[in-house]
């Protein structure tokens, strides 16, 4: 095992903020994540580059980084391919003794699973959502993360949040540099000379895993995707200098989007994955309480004008949480 070096960087990286993906149904988007997965859905918004379109943040009770699985649900969009220059698994921490829970809850609801995976010394349950997307939950024993206790999975088997992702590349050699050279990554491991484990202090919610051509054609991207990765820092301060960073690496770096919940920029790294540095500040308080997280759709300033149109173009969904899933 390789210890990071953490260098200049240290800190400015903390792991990862949010996954964000593509779906189809709104609604199925909805019932799969709050009915089975027992996430919350803690903010429900627009697309900001396409208001016509849903933005959906599913995590755990306050939406906390490194929790959040996020969705862009264009109706009818047709299946996606898992591929090289995707993030094809993401992958969810509970707890070690939830590992039994979780594989007799996705099988009495008819969710077809792997045969149980072992991966650096921890067992890790694969399976896919209705659009295809890859999902994984990993047992864990020192994650001290505490999931939303407010849905159907009982709180001492409920999602932690993040382990991490799995990035599917051509060629790993200049994303692995990218990783501990600007975003203060380092090697943790290799498992047969086929998987690369980078980290940051080796702790759940911050785990990059890289193979290279599994499944070995490109990926197609719609319904089931993974869009872009987001990596978290603590404001925008720190952000700025990340940005500052890229640029002297010679990556082509947007300019600071405000994402009212949090500021980001892109950009893409060798392999063409889309990644994203997001602040943990301000969250998702700041237009809902804790309680009410999630109930009503939250604009932007800018589009408030405009939100009887866009509700109307929207289609209507509702959350419940304690409804049974069904295909």
Do not use: C
């Not at 390789?2 to 200049?8: A, L, T």
């Not at 947007?254 to 919940?261: F, H, P, Q």
């Amino acid at each position: 095992m390789v210890v990071p070096n953490p260098g200049i960087m240290t800190k400015l990286i903390t792991g990862l903020h949010h996954v964000t993906a593509i779906a189809s149904d709104p609604q199925k988007n909805i019932n799969f994540y709050t009915q089975v997965l027992g996430l919350r859905l803690v903010k429900k918004t627009i697309n900001f580059d396409a208001p016509d379109v849903y933005h959906f943040y599913f995590g755990d009770e306050v939406g906390n980084p490194g929790t959040l699985l996020t969705f862009f649900p264009f109706k009818g969009a047709r299946r996606g391919r898992k591929g090289a220059g995707e993030l094809t698994y993401t992958a969810f921490s509970i707890s070690q003794s939830g590992l039994d829970y979780w594989r007799e809850r996705l099988k009495s609801l008819g969710i077809a699973l792997s045969d149980t995976l072992e991966r650096f010394g921890q067992q890790v349950l694969r399976f896919d959502d209705h659009d295809g997307m890859g999902i994984e939950l990993v047992g864990v024993e020192n994650d001290e993360r505490n999931g939303w206790s407010g849905g159907s999975v009982p709180s001492q088997y409920a999602i932690k949040g993040f382990f991490g992702v799995t990035l599917n590349l051509r060629d790993k050699t200049e994303t692995i540099a990218l990783l501990t050279d600007v975003l203060n990554y380092g090697l943790l491991g290799e498992e047969d000379q086929k998987r690369y484990r980078l980290g940051i202090d080796g702790k759940p919610g911050e785990m990059v895993d890289i193979v290279t051509m599994d499944p070995p054609f490109g990926a197609i991207q719609s319904a089931g995707s993974v869009h872009h990765l987001a990596f978290r820092t603590a404001n925008a301060t720190s952000q700025l200098k990340i940005q500052q960073k890229l640029l002297e690496y010679g990556l082509q770096v947007t300019e600071v989007k405000d994402r009212n919940y949090f500021r980001s920029i892109y950009f893409r790294e060798p392999g063409g994955i889309l990644f994203e540095v997001a602040t943990d500040e301000p969250g998702f308080m700041i237009d809902e309480t804790k309680d009410h997280l999630g109930e009503n759709l939250q604009l932007p300033g800018w589009a408030e004008s405009n939100r009887k149109g866009i509700a109307e173009r929207l289609p209507k969904v509702e959350v419940n949480y304690s409804q049974l899933w069904s295909r």
